[in-house]
């Protein structure tokens, strides 16, 4: 549960120990103008200036202080008025972990105590009784364990919004280097080879035609990254389907012949895992047209029992594995692979060409 779920909790069990303590004062005291008064007062205090705050809002020292004092006094008049309302403490004890900051929450919490066991008569009952003195250590102790529990709590937070962010980031850099950086470059490539076609009116217009389509399909791409959503060729069509029209289109914009085949009986994978295929043959490709100079390159879908592996083979001119990378698109390919527990390996060797491998699990 996030920050934002335990404040409402602790709202909960404030409104939820207020309305008992009323009720158990109505029913033996019958209605009491004040007692009602000073119980409408600290409910709609509560409500205007800690429960309508969002959370990042809270823990400053000015003003939820003097709103955290405001609400101790209230407390304190209530219990003087009837011993129902020594519950609240219950229900105030969260509250100076969450207004205020740092240490100040635990200052917070022993003024709360102490409050409440002046108001509950402690202080001219220690004289007779020395057993009191045991119930102030224990709702002290009460309160030091619930500002550890708090503090936790909040910790806990924070470190999931890091890491939400951080994994947020680094989707939005997989998904950017997928679709704009992938379109930027087969544009510039079509771009480029209606260049070198000057002399062939109809060279160039089928390659600016090119370009226009794969700018088209970049800013689509784009925009359902940004919504999260799935792929448009997997909208339209199965995995297998989809890679067939994948490497029909770059065929059709490099001029390198790109077959596809399929081992085994296809069949829906989860989304996650389709998503990580198709965008490894679209960054396979990408990187045969950029790099390898092939002549031929050759994708196989093949589905197994337990997984299912998509290879991206081409006849180039191959690289050294071990040299530095200075690009990003393997390294996003490995990230989307883990993300459902599969794994990304690479074959190659100088005029050796290149084997890719994406293997996802599917059990």
Not at 14 to 35: K, Q, S, W
Not at 215 to 233: F, I, Q
Request: charged share 20%.
């Amino acid at each position: 549960m996030d920050e934002a779920g335990w404040v409402r909790i602790f709202h909960l069990l404030f409104y939820t120990c207020l309305g008992v303590a009323t009720a158990i004062a109505l029913l033996e005291n019958g209605p009491d103008p004040a007692v009602l008064a000073l119980a409408a007062l600290m409910a709609g205090w509560y409500a205007f200036f800690v429960a309508r705050r969002p959370p990042a809002l809270l823990e400053r020292l000015n003003p939820m202080a003097w709103h955290l004092l405001v609400l101790i006094v209230l407390d304190f008049v209530l219990v003087r008025l009837h011993d129902a309302y020594e519950m609240m403490l219950f229900g105030l004890v969260p509250l100076p972990y969450l207004l205020l900051p740092g240490r100040w929450g635990y200052a917070g919490a022993m003024l709360l105590v102490l409050s409440s066991a002046l108001a509950g008569g402690v202080a001219e009952a220690l004289p007779e009784n020395p057993a009191v003195l045991g119930f102030l250590v224990g709702n002290t102790t009460l309160a030091t364990i619930m500002g550890v529990f708090a503090r936790h709590l909040i910790r806990h937070s924070e470190q999931s919004r890091v890491v939400g962010a951080l994994e947020e980031r680094a989707r939005l850099a997989r998904e950017i280097h997928d679709t704009l950086a992938q379109g930027f470059s087969g544009i510039i490539a079509q771009l480029e080879a209606a260049e070198q076609g000057g002399d062939d009116p109809e060279t160039v217009r089928k390659r600016i035609s090119a370009a226009k389509r794969l700018a088209r399909d970049s800013l689509n791409e784009a925009r359902r990254s940004v919504d999260a959503l799935r792929p448009e060729p997997l909208e339209r069509a199965r995995l297998d389907q989809a890679l067939a029209g994948v490497a029909e289109r770059w065929s059709a914009a490099t001029g390198v012949p790109a077959t596809l085949s399929v081992d085994g009986e296809p069949r829906r994978l989860p989304e996650e895992a389709e998503i990580t295929l198709l965008r490894a043959a679209q960054e396979g490709l990408a990187n045969v047209a950029r790099h390898a100079r092939a002549g031929r390159v050759v994708l196989t879908l093949s589905y197994m029992d337990e997984e299912v592996t998509l290879d991206v083979l081409d006849d180039g001119t191959g690289f050294d594995p071990a040299a530095p990378a200075s690009g990003y698109g393997l390294v996003a390919m490995r990230e989307r692979a883990a993300r459902s527990g599969g794994t990304v390996t690479v074959e190659s060797a100088p005029g050796e060409g290149t084997a890719l491998c994406v293997s996802i699990p599917c059990v």
